[in-house]
């Protein structure tokens, strides 16, 4: 009788839903993959794709994802890239005192001042000291507006800039010839950061201020490379019906009709990003439809325009400035071009040719301006 009760006890506990057996709890355990389904997927990726097409498959991969990339680095830093206010180092740091020697007898001040969106504006101011002479007639005065590239500060700039303060004045002692070199926000001891709406306000606010400095004075817009850009913007903004112009006469030294125009011309292969970027690009710097607009609202003859090419430009493409001459024959402006023989892209006037061809066109407006008055 003991010995049937201690077995019915062993076997309710064996099969008592808290005592289960062990291989009840395996069969609640997730399955591992076997070695057989592995094999089994790799046949078929095998079937899929031949082993001869699977370095091909990847290398295409990496391209297309290489190709991506870049093109989406270009579009969003694409202010960086266009605007180096940052090169050569240090160049934020420079200051006016560093080149004063080499500019003499040119004296140059800084000025400060707001953009049209309240963001402060550095501008470099030079001119020769007339001593002993009054010179109060706006008709022996000249202002030349500079719009520098898009690399380094201004007071780099400053000697040779000086170099035609002085060719003006050994030409025409009576005549008091003011340079302002416009900072753009972000360069120098300008606040703010690159873009090409700031700028083009910044522009403008410069041309208020001079208008404000010298009233009724000539004014001449010098801008190199993308300066020309800026420069030609800023005539086209000059001559709308509306506002009352001194505009004489606009330098256009190696400049670029678009900045779509130049990835273009950069970089004609069909399989390179930078063609396709044009629709995504907000910095354009057109200066066809500057050209177009100074032509369009010049009440009577436009103002004459200084093409000043380098030609062995290693940045602009010579059909560049071949397109701005065509574009000047279509419109009926009038314009005179000067090639400054073996010059790179950043020497055209600092050469001595180049810096004739600047002073030369900025006497002769002034003598032409003179006779419009007259």
């Not at 779509?260 to 292969?269: H, Q, T, V």
Request: aromatic share 8%.
């Amino acid at each position: 009788m003991l010995a049937r009760t201690r077995s019915t006890l062993i076997s309710t506990r064996q099969f008592s839903p808290r005592h289960k057996p062990l291989t009840i709890w395996r069969t609640r355990l997730p399955q591992l993959p076997t070695a057989t389904s592995s094999v089994q997927r790799r046949i078929f990726l095998d079937e899929a794709i031949p082993t001869v097409l699977v370095p091909p498959a990847v290398f295409t991969g990496l391209l297309l994802g290489l190709w991506a990339y870049k093109c989406f680095m270009t579009v969003v830093f694409q202010d960086r890239i266009i605007y180096m206010p940052y090169m050569p180092p240090f160049a934020r740091s420079e200051k006016i005192a560093d080149y004063a020697a080499v500019c003499r007898p040119v004296s140059w001040r800084e000025e400060r001042m707001r953009s049209l969106d309240g963001t402060r504006i550095s501008l470099c101011v030079g001119q020769i000291s007339h001593e002993g002479s009054k010179i109060k007639d706006s008709s022996q005065k000249v202002v030349i507006c500079y719009f520098q590239g898009n690399g380094g500060s201004t007071p780099a700039r400053l000697p040779l800039l000086s170099q035609v303060l002085k060719l003006v004045h050994v030409q025409k002692q009576e005549i008091q010839c003011t340079l302002v070199a416009l900072s753009y926000r972000g360069y120098w001891k300008s606040s703010g950061r690159a873009t090409q709406k700031g700028m083009e306000l910044d522009a403008q606010a410069m041309l208020q201020w001079v208008a404000t400095q010298f009233p009724n004075a000539p004014l001449v817009l010098w801008g190199q490379s993308i300066g020309a850009g800026v420069a030609s913007t800023a005539a086209a903004t000059l001559m709308k019906p509306s506002t009352k112009s001194n505009l004489a006469g606009l330098i256009m030294e190696t400049p670029f009709t678009s900045v779509a125009s130049m990835l273009l011309a950069l970089y004609p292969e069909k399989w390179l990003p930078y063609r396709y970027l044009t629709p995504f690009l907000w910095n354009h710097w057109d200066s066809e439809i500057a050209l177009r607009t100074l032509s369009a609202h010049s009440k009577t003859a436009p103002c004459p325009i200084l093409l000043m090419p380098a030609t062995r430009d290693e940045v602009v493409p010579a059909e560049e400035i071949g397109k701005f001459e065509g574009l000047c024959k279509d419109l009926k402006l009038q314009y005179e071009r000067k090639d400054v023989i073996g010059a790179l892209h950043t020497e055209a006037t600092t050469r001595r040719e180049g810096q004739y061809a600047v002073a030369e066109f900025v006497l002769r407006q002034l003598r032409r301006d003179r006779t419009v008055n007259d």
